[in-house]
C-alpha cells in the first residue's frame, strides 16, 4: 500500500487455448502483446479508488492453436516477470489467464508461468487470476493462486467483467485482510463446449448455481470450468472451483456441492442445435424455407485451435452444384497471392487448403474467378474471394474467423443475402447467432472432431463419461 492507502495491483498475463492435435505452434507474432497503458485499456476494469493498476505484459492469442512455441512462451513469460521485478513493491497480483494453455516441452503453461511469478512475490502475495471457462484447471493452478474465478458465458461476453471480478475480490481481501482459500474438484467427465452453452439447460442452472454459491456467507466466488476437450492431457476434463474467504472446509463443501450438480447433469448436456453429417447439413440447408442457414464446419475450427483451411465443405458444395453458398474462409497465403495476382474478374486455378492441416484433407484443385480483393492490398490481413459457379470462398493470407457480419463485409459479402453461409466455428459466435434464421452444426472431421469418440487421446484419465462408462456412484 501506498502513502495515500492505495493498493498497488500488477496486471497482466498470457492467453492461449491450445490444441494439442494440432501440428501448428502458436508463435510470437500470434500474440497481441501489450504494455503500459495500452495493456491496462484492453485489460479493461474500471478505475479503483482502492487501487492503482501496475501493468506488467499482456500477451493475447488472436486465435486458439496448436502448442505454444517454446521460445515464444519463454520470451513473453521472462518479460513479464522482468517487468514484475522491475515494477517496484506491490500488495498483489492480477492476471489473465486463459487456463489451457500448453507450451511445447514445458507442458502447463498458467502452471509455469505461477510458478515463476511466485518465485517473483513470494508465498504470501495474494494473487488472483481470471480464466476462461474452457479452462483446462488442475491441483497446481489451484496451489499457486489464491482466487480462480472463470467466465460464466459461452459463446464468451464476459472477459471484461471476469477480469475487474477478479480484480475487486483481490481488493476486497487485502483491505479486510482476508485470506482466501480456494478448492478444485476435477469430475470425471470431458465435455465439448458446444453442448455446455450457458443461455441453454443444463448450464443456465448450473450458473445460476455459480452465482449463489459465491454470494453465500463466508464464500467469495464460485466457478464450473467446463474444460478443453481437445487438448490430450491428463486434466482435459471439466472441473469446479470454489473460493472461501479463509474457509478451506466451507470451500471443499461448496466445490463438492457443485460437483455434484454438474455430475448429476451428465446426461443433459448436449448441442444446443440441429447438427449432422457435411452431406446431410447441406442437403437441410438447401430445402430449408429460412432465407439463410448458417452451418458451423465444427471439426476444422479454429477458434478451437484446428489449422481451418481443410476445403472438404468447398468440395462438397461444388459436387453437389449447390446454387448460392459462401464458405468464410480458407487461410491460403499462396491462393490469396496468386488471386491478387491476377486481379478481379480474372480466371485462377487453385490448391486450395489442405495444407495446414493435411491429414484431414489434401488440397483441393479448383479453377474459378477472383470476385473481390480486399480493399488494404497484400499483407497479414489481405484476403480474396474466389466464385465457383454458385459458391463463394473467402481466402485469408492469415488463419482468422469470421465471427461477426462486418467480417464477411469485408470480402465483399452481405451474409443474409444468401442461402448457405458456411463458418469455421463450432457453436455459432453471438454476433452471427443473433442475425441466424437458422443454424446447423455439420460433425466434420478435422482436428477439432466434436465426435470426441474419433479422437486418439492417450492422455486423457480414463474412465472418462460420457467415453467410457463411469460408475454413478461416483461422488467429489
Ligand atoms: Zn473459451
New binding site residues.
Given amino acids: 500500500m501506498d502513502t495515500t492507502g492505495r493498493f498497488r495491483i500488477a496486471v497482466g498475463g498470457i492467453t492461449h ?1 491450445s490444441s494439442t492435435f494440432s501440428p501448428l505452434p502458436a508463435r510470437l507474432d500470434d500474440f497481441d502483446i501489450r504494455r503500459g497503458d495500452d495493456l491496462l485499456r484492453a485489460f479493461g476494469v474500471a478505475a479503483d479508488a482502492r487501487a492503482d493498476l501496475v501493468p506488467t505484459l499482456l500477451a493475447q492469442a488472436q486465435l486458439s492453436g496448436g502448442q505454444v512455441e517454446r521460445a515464444a512462451y519463454l520470451r513473453l513469460a521472462g518479460e513479464l516477470i522482468e517487468r514484475l521485478r522491475g515494477a517496484g513493491p506491490v500488495d498483489g497480483v492480477c492476471l489473465a489467464l486463459h487456463g489451457s494453455m500448453e507450451v511445447e516441452d514445458i507442458g502447463k503453461g498458467e502452471e509455469d508461468l505461477l510458478t515463476a511469478i511466485r518465485a517473483v512475490v513470494g508465498r504470501e502475495m495474494l494473487i488472483a487470476v481470471s480464466l ?3 479452462a483446462n484447471a488442475t491441483p497446481a493452478m489451484v496451489a499457486l493462486a489464491d482466487v480462480l474465478t472463470s ?1 460464466r458465458t ?1 459463446p ?1 461476453r464476459d472477459a471484461r467483467q471476469t477480469r475487474q471480478r477478479a480484480l475487486n475480490l483481490l481488493v476486497r481481501c487485502l483491505q479486510r485482510g482476508i485470506r482466501p482459500a480456494p478448492y478444485l474438484v476435477k469430475l470425471p467427465l470431458v465435455l465439448q ?1 458446444e453442448k455446455a452453452i450457458t443461455d441453454a439447460e443444463p448450464m443456465a442452472s448450473l450458473v445460476r448455481l455459480v452465482e449463489e454459491i459465491s454470494q453465500a456467507p463466508g464464500m467469495l466466488d464460485a466457478s464450473v470450468l467446463v474444460g478443453f476437450a481437445w487438448a490430450d492431457v491428463p486434466y482435459a476434463t471439466t472441473g469446479v472451483i470454489a473460493v472461501a474467504g479463509g474457509d478451506a472446509a466451507l470451500a471443499r463443501r461448496q466445490a463438492e456441492r457443485l460437483a455434484a450438480a454438474v455430475w448429476e447433469a451428465r446426461e443433459r448436456f448436449a448441442f444446443d442445435v440441429e447438427t449432422g453429417t457435411l452431406d446431410h447439413c447441406i442437403d437441410i440447408a438447401r430445402a430449408a424455407l429460412e432465407p439463410t442457414v448458417f452451418i458451423t464446419d465444427s471439426g476444422d475450427n479454429p477458434t478451437a485451435g484446428a489449422p481451418g483451411d481443410v476445403p472438404l465443405f468447398v468440395e462438397r458444395l461444388l459436387a453437389k452444384d449447390v446454387p448460392d453458398a459462401v464458405c468464410a474462409a480458407i487461410p491460403d497465403p499462396e491462393a490469396v497471392a496468386a488471386c491478387r495476382e491476377a486481379g478481379v474478374g480474372a480466371m485462377v486455378t487453385l490448391m486450395l487448403g489442405g495444407k495446414l492441416d493435411p491429414v484431414t484433407s489434401p488440397p483441393l484443385e479448383l479453377a474459378g474467378w477472383v470476385e473481390h480483393l480486399s480493399a488494404h492490398g497484400a499483407g497479414a490481413d489481405d484476403l480474396a474471394v474466389v466464385r465457383v459457379r454458385g459458391v463463394r470462398v473467402i481466402l485469408t493470407a492469415r488463419r482468422r474467423a469470421f465471427l461477426a457480419p462486418e467480417h464477411f463485409r469485408e470480402a465483399g459479402i452481405e451474409p443474409l443475402e444468401h442461402k448457405l453461409v458456411v463458418v469455421k466455428q463450432g457453436y455459432l459466435f453471438t454476433a452471427l447467432r443473433r442475425i441466424a434464421p437458422r443454424m446447423l452444426m455439420a460433425l466434420t472431421p478435422g482436428l477439432t472432431d466434436q465426435v470426441l469418440e474419433r479422437l486418439p487421446y492417450r492422455n486423457l484419465p480414463r474412465p472418462v463419461f460420457p467415453l467410457d462408462p463411469v460408475s454413478s456412484e461416483w461422488r467429489p
Avoid: K, T
Fill in positions: 487455448e476462461d471457462l474452457h467466465y459461452a464468451h463446449g
